[in-house]
Nanobody, 123 residues
Framework: QVQLVESGGGLVQAGGSLRLSCTASGRTFSSYAMGWFRQAPGKEREFVGAIRWNSGITYYADSVKGRFTIARDNAKNTGYLQMNSLKPEDTAVYYC????????????????WGQGTQVTVSS
């Protein structure tokens, strides 16, 4: 199995930046994808972005394109979600996930999940 540990959340002013980290352990991550999802109170879990580990191909929700960037560090088995130009609408619990999804935006196609980290953006 794979364990995912997230860090980097916090409180930030609108227009500011945060970088979330997600470190995988338990077995090699090289053949997986890492997805990022968020869930605000009263809302369903929402796809944010993802990266296919081997190819480095990234995917982003329209709501974050141009503001968020996903990267990886193979040596550390760590993925990063760099969030710039943050808006109050970005406030949510952010989760990283790992698996071998065919439909990379679909929550149910990921097998492993991080514990979540709170991101709060003040206006």
């Amino acid at each position: 199995q794979v364990q995912l540990v997230e860090s980097g959340g916090g409180l930030v002013q609108a227009g500011g930046s945060l970088r979330l980290s997600c470190t995988a352990s338990g077995r090699t991550f090289s053949s997986y994808a890492m997805g990022w999802f968020r869930q605000a109170p009263g809302k369903e879990r929402e796809f944010v972005g993802a990266i296919r580990w081997n190819s480095g191909i990234t995917y982003y929700a329209d709501s974050v394109k141009g503001r968020f960037t996903i990267a990886r560090d193979n040596a550390k088995n760590t993925g990063y979600l760099q969030m710039n130009s943050l808006k109050p609408e970005d406030t949510a619990v952010y989760y990283c996930a790992a698996g071998r999804p065919v439909r990379i935006v679909t929550t149910k196609e990921y097998d492993y999940w991080g514990q979540g980290t709170q991101v709060t953006v003040s206006s």
